[in-house]
């Protein structure tokens, strides 16, 4: 019986059938078909749009319409049929359809399915052992954090004078938490806002700071998200409002893995 419920609808005027969604769907329900991202079945959509950072098109959108209820066994009965291991899937380049490779560790993309959560990677349980988790040695000198007030990008107006001249990260909010260098080299020297693309609206998002881009006359931007696929709409929000904004200010991304440190082997002084 269908309900009104929340899943993935996709426009296809914009998509240019790149696939990129196909890898970031745990449940296997899109494909390519006549080179078009479908979708396969509505029960195997969880609606939770861990494919929508993904798609350089702005093609994905969640909304709300009759549909069948998300059926996690079919879904991943499906993934299996493809020649997946739905209990390994992968969010970075293994997506549903890939069998799992055996020796990924998580840290490097694989991401272990969470019976109720619908197989999203950003919500993997995982724990770093002492290996895994990176130690960093901290200069010598006070840290400090940001120097202003509210941190929360719809909160923060496009006219606050903190903004001026600044240079801006936008940070993902499980950034400061998973990182013990977020403030000493993500965030040194840079006005900080915070949101989640996974919970929050990030065509609010994307308004808000083409408002900024716009009014603010802000130095620099930096897109701080999470290695997982979710994250990405923090990136795809803030090039959204680039182009809303018709600025030429060119912007910046960078990875912060699950365990706290820069996804590319990047000295940290480039950060």
Known sequence: MKTMRKILEIDEERCNGCGLCVLDCAEGAIAIVDGKAKIVSDS?????GACIGSCPQDALHII??????????AAMEHVRSQG??????????????TPHRHGQSAEHGGHGRIPGHGGCPG???????????????????TVKGPRHWPLKIRL?????????????????????????IFHSHFAAGKVVLIGCPKFDDTEAYAER???ILRVSGIASL??????VPCCRGLSAAAEKARVLSGTSLVLKEVIMTCAGGPAAP???SSL
């Open 64 to 73: 709300e319409r009759e549909a069948v209820p998300f059926d996690e066994e």
């Open 266 to 268: 990047a000295p940290l």
């Open 44 to 48: 195997f959509c969880d609606g939770l």
């Open 222 to 227: 930096t897109v701080l998200r999470m290695e």
């Open 156 to 180: 923060v107006p496009p006219t606050a004078p903190f903004l001026k001249g600044a240079d801006v990260l936008v940070a993902a909010d499980c950034a400061a938490a998973a990182s013990p």
């Open 123 to 141: 919500a993997a349980m995982r724990r770093f052992d002492s290996a895994e988790s990176p130690a960093f040695a901290v200069a010598e000198g």
């Open 209 to 211: 700071l083409a408002d």
């Open 84 to 97: 997946g291991t739905p209990e390994a899937n992968h969010g970075h380049g293994h997506g549903a359809g």
